[in-house]
Nanobody, 114 residues
Framework: QVQLVESGGGSVQAGGSLRLSCAAS????????IAWYRQAPGNQREYVAH???????TYAVFVKGRFTISRDNAKNTVYLQMNSLSPDDTAVYYC????????WGQGTQVTVSS
């Protein structure tokens, strides 16, 4: 059974940083692309960042160089380093493995106060 578990969320002040992790069990991230999404209250889930199997990355426009997605295949984990956070980044962050039916974690809450 494939499971994704996000961690690393929390509450920070504007300008602060957080590092999110997404760990997989029941499958391997090696050879797969992984993405991060987020969903703020009252909003639809939106794309944040993507890393393919060879480490190439893409980001949503609103990231503006503040976030970095990376992967450690040996640990079966993908990370999202978030810097210069603003209150607009407040959301539940999810990782997504677009393999087979597609898998999502339970999300981790990020709250940024001004």
């Amino acid at each position: 059974q494939v499971q994704l578990v996000e961690s690393g969320g929390g509450s920070v002040q504007a300008g602060g940083s957080l590092r999110l992790s997404c760990a997989a069990s029941g499958t391997t991230f090696r050879g797969n692309a992984i993405a991060w999404y987020r969903q703020a209250p009252g909003n639809q889930r939106e794309y944040v960042a993507h890393i393919n199997s060879i480490g190439s990355t893409t980001y949503a426009v609103f990231v503006k160089g503040r976030f970095t997605i990376s992967r450690d295949n040996a640990k079966n984990t993908v990370y999202l380093q978030m810097n210069s956070l603003s209150p607009d980044d407040t959301a539940v962050y999810y990782c997504n493995l677009p393999q087979g039916p597609g898998y999502w974690g339970q999300g981790t809450q990020v709250t940024v106060s001004s």
